[in-house]
């Protein structure tokens, strides 16, 4: 219904010499980290200081991951949880809580441990 409206009133115009200006296009947009708060406004300036992943979401690859060579996940925490695609065709996701100071065994048999990274 609007676009029909919007269509003759465009044709009214255009019979009458008259012009128009969008007003939405005329208004300039913010910048989006003005208007952004709590945790967006966190990402958003993480991302301006060069850290695109604030909050340690990336997918790691799987090392070696002996015992005598585990593969290593940053934390700022005492513990975290973690995900091991265990094989590559593997539909669903195997996950496990490592704490500080332990390492621990995917039912795949590679070894995972806990090392501190800086809170930011």
């Not at 980290?33 to 990336?58: C, Q, S, V």
Request: aromatic share 8%.
């Amino acid at each position: 219904m609007a676009s029909i409206c919007g269509r003759m009133a465009l044709r009214a115009a255009a019979r009458q010499n008259v012009t128009y200006t969008p007003v939405r296009f005329c208004k300039m947009m913010n910048d989006p980290l003005e208007h952004a708060t709590g945790i967006e406004k966190r990402e958003l300036l993480a991302k301006a200081a060069g850290n695109d992943n604030p909050f340690d979401m990336k997918v790691f690859k799987r090392g070696a991951g002996t015992k005598e060579n585990p593969n290593l996940i940053p934390s700022a925490f005492e513990a975290r949880i973690v995900g091991c695609i265990c094989e590559e065709d593997q539909t669903y996701v195997q996950w496990m809580w490592l704490q500080k100071g332990n390492q621990k065994r995917c039912e795949c048999g590679h070894w995972f441990k806990l090392v501190e990274k800086a809170a930011v």
